[in-house]
Every structure is written in structure tokens, then in C-alpha cells.
């Protein structure tokens, strides 16, 4: 029923590494939501798509047609999706690594890469939740096993949680694989527990692969 026969506004937000790992559920899910939040390395596929400056971020450039056909399919059908506007870049794939927020159209990118989603993309996909009446969400906005590349994630988190305790009767969707880092949210940033009661929305201590879980 919560992707069935949605209320409205009905957004889901996608995350993760790979476009090709998403590229069904963005096809099944362009005719269907109101809105459509793309965050994570995927992103970079997309804004390689867009002649966007990637740097060394990961992109499939075997999905670059795939990446423009969906973003056409979408403007088609009058859907705009959601990619991020900033982006958290680093020389190194290290949680030491020197890191600044800079936009995704700046080339000072250079030969560094995109680990997260900035905090204007974070207020942004924040603001895009909070009137929803239906949200699935699938993925991490960046590589939140670090800490320093944490926040884009843990924003979704919060807001995802504040939906729930506002609207505690709608659908949230968590439709995921990510089992040790959603446990990884609940463990390491206790601090966002209160007042989102975040412990309430990743309440599980183990979930399988392709695990769904309607939380009402």
C-alpha cells in the first residue's frame, strides 16, 4: 500500500554507489513519485551525464546514456529529480583527508573527489521531506562510515526521523541492503537520537539484503 497506493506528496530518495544497482527502481519509480532524490556516488554518474566536473569522483561511464535517458524520461514527464547542488570533495579516499563543501558546477574540484553531500544539498533534501506524505528511502548520501563524510546522511536521517514523529499514522519505506550502516547511524551518532527519536526509525539491530520495512 505505501507504494501501491501512496499518499501524496510521495518521495523517495536514493542513495548509494552505483547507478546500475538503481537504475530499475529509478525507471519503476519516475511515473510514480512526486519527487525523486538522487545523493551518494550515483550522483556522479548524472552530473558526468550533465558535462559537470567530477574529478576522480566514482562514475560509471558505462551508465552515461542510462543516466541521461532517465533524467529525460523524468523532464518528460514534468518530474524534476533532485541531484545534489554541493558536495563535500577530498583528495583521498581516507577519513583524514582535507575536505571542503564546494559547488558541483565549481572546477576547483580538480583531481578530487565527491564523498558527500553538502550542507545547502542536505538543507534542501531536508526541506523536500518535511511535507511529504509517503517516504522510501534507499541508500546513503555519501561514505558515512567516516565521519567527516557523514552529515549528508545522517540530515536524510534526521529528517526522515522528524517526519515520523510529526506524522506518526504515515508510511515510511526502507527498502535496503545496508544493514551495518544503517546500525553504523543508530551506534555512532547517539547524539541525533534526541529530539528525532532516530533510535525509533532504525530500531533494527540486523536486516537482510532487500529487506522491506513499512514503519508506521
Known amino acids: 500500500e505505501a507504494v501501491g497506493n501512496p499518499q501524496r506528496p510521495y518521495v523517495a530518495i536514493l542513495g548509494g554507489a552505483k547507478v546500475s544497482d538503481k537504475i530499475e527502481v529509478i525507471e519503476n519509480l519516475i511515473p510514480k513519485v512526486d519527487r525523486l532524490i538522487i545523493g551518494g556516488a550515483m550522483a556522479y554518474t548524472f552530473f558526468k551525464a550533465q558535462g559537470k566536473p567530477v574529478g576522480t569522483s566514482l562514475v560509471e561511464d558505462d551508465k552515461l546514456d542510462a543516466a541521461k535517458e532517465i533524467l ?15 558536495h563535500v570533495v577530498a583528495p583521498k579516499f581516507e577519513a583524514t583527508a582535507p575536505n571542503e563543501a564546494i559547488s558541483v558546477d565549481d572546477p576547483a574540484i580538480g583531481s578530487r573527489m565527491g564523498l558527500d553531500i553538502g550542507p545547502k544539498t542536505a538543507q534542501a533534501y531536508a526541506d ?20 567527516a563524510f557523514a552529515k549528508g546522511t545522517v540530515a536524510v536521517a534526521q529528517a526522515v526521523a522528524l517526519f515520523r514523529r510529526q506524522r506518526p499514522g504515515e508510511p515510511v519505506l526502507l527498502a535496503t541492503g545496508y544493514s551495518e550502516q544503517l546500525n553504523k547511524i543508530r551506534s555512532d551518532f547517539p547524539v541525533i ?14 536486516i537482510d539484503p532487500g529487506y522491506e520495512l513499512v514503519l508506521r
Do not use: C
Open 128 to 147: 523536500a521531506i518535511r511535507d511529504a506524505k509517503t517516504v522510501v528511502w534507499n541508500g546513503p548520501m555519501g561514505v558515512f562510515e567516516m565521519d
Open 72 to 86: 529525460a524520461r523524468a523532464a518528460a514527464r514534468g518530474l524534476t529529480i533532485s541531484l545534489p547542488v554541493d
Open 193 to 206: 537520537r534526541k529530539p528525532y527519536q532516530i533510535h525509533e526509525l532504525l530500531l533494527l539491530t540486523e
